[in-house]
Protein backbone atom coordinates (compact mmCIF):
# COMPACT_ATOMS: atom_id res chain seq x y z
CA UNK A 1 0.00 0.00 0.00
CA UNK A 2 -0.68 2.61 -0.81
CA UNK A 3 -3.46 2.43 -3.34
CA UNK A 4 -4.53 5.94 -5.00
CA UNK A 5 -8.28 6.10 -6.60
CA UNK A 6 -9.45 8.44 -8.75
CA UNK A 7 -13.13 7.87 -9.71
CA UNK A 8 -13.91 10.96 -12.20
CA UNK A 9 -17.22 11.16 -14.34
CA UNK A 10 -16.41 10.63 -17.91
CA UNK A 11 -17.41 13.96 -19.62
CA UNK A 12 -13.66 15.02 -18.33
CA UNK A 13 -11.47 12.06 -19.82
CA UNK A 14 -9.13 13.49 -22.07
CA UNK A 15 -8.86 16.64 -19.68
CA UNK A 16 -8.35 15.33 -16.47
CA UNK A 17 -4.52 14.16 -17.55
CA UNK A 18 -4.68 11.15 -15.32
CA UNK A 19 -1.84 9.94 -16.20
CA UNK A 20 0.11 12.64 -15.59
CA UNK A 21 -1.46 12.76 -12.10
CA UNK A 22 -0.81 9.32 -11.30
CA UNK A 23 2.87 9.93 -12.23
CA UNK A 24 2.98 12.70 -9.43
CA UNK A 25 1.16 10.94 -7.01
CA UNK A 26 3.45 8.50 -7.12
CA UNK A 27 6.35 10.60 -7.59
CA UNK A 28 5.02 12.00 -4.13
CA UNK A 29 3.95 9.09 -2.13
CA UNK A 30 7.54 7.74 -2.54
CA UNK A 31 9.32 11.06 -1.83
CA UNK A 32 7.55 10.92 1.81
CA UNK A 33 9.36 7.71 2.45
CA UNK A 34 6.46 6.20 4.73
CA UNK A 35 5.60 4.14 2.11
CA UNK A 36 7.38 1.23 0.50
CA UNK A 37 7.65 2.07 -3.34
CA UNK A 38 6.81 -1.67 -4.43
CA UNK A 39 3.21 -1.05 -2.98
CA UNK A 40 2.07 2.06 -4.55
CA UNK A 41 -0.47 2.13 -7.22
CA UNK A 42 -2.85 4.80 -8.29
CA UNK A 43 -6.37 3.97 -10.62
CA UNK A 44 -8.85 5.35 -12.47
CA UNK A 45 -12.56 4.31 -12.24
CA UNK A 46 -14.64 5.96 -14.93
CA UNK A 47 -18.42 6.76 -14.51
CA UNK A 48 -20.15 7.20 -17.30
CA UNK A 49 -23.71 7.49 -15.80
CA UNK A 50 -23.74 10.02 -12.42
CA UNK A 51 -26.21 13.14 -11.29
CA UNK A 52 -25.07 16.16 -10.02
CA UNK A 53 -26.44 18.84 -8.25
CA UNK A 54 -29.31 20.25 -10.48
CA UNK A 55 -28.07 18.15 -13.57
CA UNK A 56 -28.64 21.43 -15.19
CA UNK A 57 -24.95 21.62 -16.30
CA UNK A 58 -21.90 19.95 -17.94
CA UNK A 59 -21.03 19.05 -14.29
CA UNK A 60 -17.80 16.97 -13.60
CA UNK A 61 -16.20 15.91 -10.13
CA UNK A 62 -12.99 13.46 -9.15
CA UNK A 63 -13.23 12.02 -6.04
CA UNK A 64 -9.82 10.59 -4.96
CA UNK A 65 -9.13 7.92 -2.45
CA UNK A 66 -5.74 7.18 -0.74
CA UNK A 67 -5.90 3.27 1.48
CA UNK A 68 -3.02 2.98 3.07
CA UNK A 69 -1.70 0.14 5.87
CA UNK A 70 -2.47 0.80 9.41
CA UNK A 71 -0.03 1.79 11.70
CA UNK A 72 0.76 5.64 10.85
CA UNK A 73 0.96 8.56 13.19
CA UNK A 74 -2.04 10.86 12.60
CA UNK A 75 0.88 13.56 11.68
CA UNK A 76 2.21 11.68 9.00
CA UNK A 77 -1.25 10.94 8.23
CA UNK A 78 -2.28 14.53 7.82
CA UNK A 79 1.36 15.63 5.96
CA UNK A 80 0.32 13.06 3.55
CA UNK A 81 -3.17 14.12 3.04
CA UNK A 82 -2.32 17.61 2.71
CA UNK A 83 0.41 17.43 0.60
CA UNK A 84 -1.70 15.02 -2.08
CA UNK A 85 -4.28 17.70 -2.05
CA UNK A 86 -2.28 20.46 -2.58
CA UNK A 87 -0.83 18.22 -5.91
CA UNK A 88 -4.46 17.59 -6.80
CA UNK A 89 -5.62 21.04 -7.04
CA UNK A 90 -2.63 22.08 -8.79
CA UNK A 91 -2.97 19.26 -11.41
CA UNK A 92 -6.97 20.29 -11.70
CA UNK A 93 -6.25 23.89 -11.63
CA UNK A 94 -6.77 24.90 -15.25
CA UNK A 95 -9.64 22.51 -15.37
CA UNK A 96 -11.50 24.44 -12.93
CA UNK A 97 -10.98 27.94 -14.20
CA UNK A 98 -12.83 26.36 -17.54
CA UNK A 99 -15.59 24.64 -16.66
CA UNK A 100 -17.81 23.51 -13.25
CA UNK A 101 -15.62 20.85 -11.45
CA UNK A 102 -15.73 19.35 -7.90
CA UNK A 103 -12.69 17.81 -6.12
CA UNK A 104 -12.18 15.48 -2.98
CA UNK A 105 -9.93 13.66 -1.67
CA UNK A 106 -10.19 11.21 1.83
CA UNK A 107 -7.17 9.16 3.24
CA UNK A 108 -8.37 5.45 4.19
CA UNK A 109 -6.52 3.56 6.85
CA UNK A 110 -7.26 -0.28 6.19
CA UNK A 111 -8.20 -2.82 9.19
CA UNK A 112 -5.09 -3.71 10.83
CA UNK A 113 -5.85 -7.30 10.93
CA UNK A 114 -8.39 -7.93 8.16
CA UNK A 115 -6.41 -6.46 5.14
CA UNK A 116 -4.81 -9.49 2.86
CA UNK A 117 -2.10 -9.19 0.35
CA UNK A 118 0.65 -10.71 -1.59
CA UNK A 119 3.07 -9.07 -3.87
CA UNK A 120 6.19 -9.86 -4.69
CA UNK A 121 6.82 -6.35 -6.39
CA UNK A 122 8.58 -5.77 -3.30
CA UNK A 123 11.68 -7.80 -3.95
CA UNK A 124 12.98 -5.36 -6.86
CA UNK A 125 13.26 -2.43 -4.17
CA UNK A 126 15.17 -4.06 -1.13
Known amino acids: MPHFY ?4 ENIRQQAELPALFAKVNSALAATGVFPLGGIRSR ?3 LDTWQMADGEQDYAFVHMTLKIGAG ?4 SRQQVSEM ?3 LIKEHFAALMDSRY ?16 KQN ?3 ALFT
Open 6 to 9: AECT
Open 44 to 46: AIW
Open 72 to 75: RSLE
Open 84 to 86: LFA
Open 101 to 116: LALSFTLEELHPTLNY
Open 120 to 122: NVH
